[in-house]
């Protein structure tokens, strides 16, 4: 771990660790480091024991705010380490009154961005040991030598496209803020796809959803997959098939990527959890994409009190009818 990180971590654990070993939290959702040193996983921190593992580095990728839906009734109020992308997730929560606002201590970390093991390692050509950060590099240990990279290089493709680094909403702010990134190409692929004709498109994404594994995976990260029982799981009706079928496989995705038309935060998570790499951010960002041309540009949690734009009717919506 960098020093600079080294030293956050240590500012995090002295600031949030008077909250939770003060009694005013119960519980706080943060990291820890994994079985690897480029896996930091969540942890669960109920002691000063716990707080002892908590962790902040360049590998914090996971989304925490998703954690909120499972039972933590027992601990009172629950503190939460946000990123910018966390902090969207919370107000969708809210939003889809999933959470009580009033049960949650936000804690704002600034994010510069995670690293990409696999970017890593194809840097590094393999035999990845360790890495170190300074000034903007990365610099790369392998067992035959060292070599240094631009950090924006090594980036996870979800924070190298992200727009909001800074938490949204917070109730303490940690660190330095990052501010708002401009010129961010989020849809040029999706442009590229939307250049093809129907059939091409249908060509490609037959060909990227039939690796579909139907794992779930994406779905329990995604902060705006929040019902309590998804369709896929329903037997009366039965919405999903259980044989595997190229059919079944785009029942899933487009019915899930609809349900979160208007609500996904484009935080990545579906694709990252993926373990067969299909790109799913280019199908919520298409629909993340039309929603902005029919009803302007609306960002799905970075206001909780904006309506999503399904949900709200105006009079002078655009409609594919006209009165005669």
Known sequence: MAEKSLKEAEKIREIVGQDLLGGRIGLLLGWEKGHYWWQSRPLFAKNEADLEKLTWDSFCVINLSRYLLEELKEHGKVGVLVKGCDARAFNRLLQDNMVARDRVVLYG???????????????????LISISESNGSVTLKTGTGEKSVERDQVLMKKCAECVYPDPVVYDQLLLSPQGKKEGVERFKSVEDLEELTPDERFAYWE???SRCLRCYACRQVCPFCSCRECFVEQDNPRWQGRAYQPGENFMFHLVRAYHGTGRCIDCGECERACPVDIPLQELNRKLIKDINQLYGDYEAGVDAEADPPLLTYRPDDPAAFSEK
Not at 109 to 127: I, K, T
Request: charged share 25%; net charge negative.
């Open 109 to 127: 970390l600034p994010c510069p961005g995670m690293l990409d093991y696999g970017r890593l390692n194809e840097e590094a050509g393999g035999a």
């Open 207 to 209: 060909g990227e959803l």
